[in-house]
């Protein structure tokens, strides 16, 4: 795994609900620990792929979900991660 993609909340509970959304929409993710690369502070973020993408951001959209931002993280060849903000 050479990069992945993430969406990052400011409140747990929009990360699980965002969960749910995008599970009923058939849209695969997993929830981790925000990366520290995006925020020292602790919280939940939703890993996607990036097929998704699209679906994902209108998923957001349509359902007024509040999100910090939507990232591509990538490890680099010196091990450690970069994140770039997508959206």
Do not use: Q
């Amino acid at each position: 795994m050479n990069e992945m993609y993430i969406v990052s909340f400011n409140s747990t509970h929009h990360a699980i609900r965002t969960e749910k959304l995008l599970k009923e929409k058939e849209i695969v993710c997993t929830t981790l620990p925000t990366p520290r690369e995006i925020t020292a502070s602790c919280g939940i973020s939703i890993r996607f792929l990036y097929n998704d993408i699209e679906k994902v951001k209108e998923t957001l959209r349509e359902s007024d979900v509040e999100y910090k931002g939507i990232y591509k993280i990538t490890k680099l060849e010196s091990g450690k991660k970069e994140a770039t903000e997508i959206v």
